[in-house]
């Protein structure tokens, strides 16, 4: 990375280089110099993180598109969000914590009378 970040500082400094170009190489390397940090993925790697981001897709299609995308389903936004919150709290086992402060007690009242 260090030598890709010193190579577009020298083309930066070239008078060969196109002026028209040189907006585009500052943000490249201002870009990779604000993430250096991000761009491990040698190390990242060597320590046995994914780096890919198939599991992410994977998982989103498990959670999400597997229970939302059935055939002749139609959300409205605001449906999608509300039932996406539930959904995730099914899967993180957080379900019961999402009414911990609602009290369920029965009543006499029935939307059928």
């Known amino acids: 990375m260090h030598r890709i ?16 170009a040189k907006p585009v190489l500052f943000q490249v390397r201002d870009y990779l110099q604000t993430h250096f940090a991000h761009l491990q993925y040698r190390s990242f790697k060597q320590m046995g993180l994914p780096i890919g981001s198939g599991m992410v897709e994977s998982t989103c299609k498990w959670l999400i598109q597997q229970r939302f995308k059935g055939v002749g389903m139609r959300w409205s936004q605001a449906g999608f969000n509300h039932l996406l919150h539930l959904r995730l709290a099914w899967a993180n086992h957080r379900f019961d914590a999402l009414f911990a402060n609602h009290s369920f007690a029965p009543t006499l009242y029935s939307p059928n009378h």
């Open 5 to 20: 970040l010193k190579e577009l500082s020298y083309l930066l400094q070239y008078r060969s280089t196109p002026e028209s």
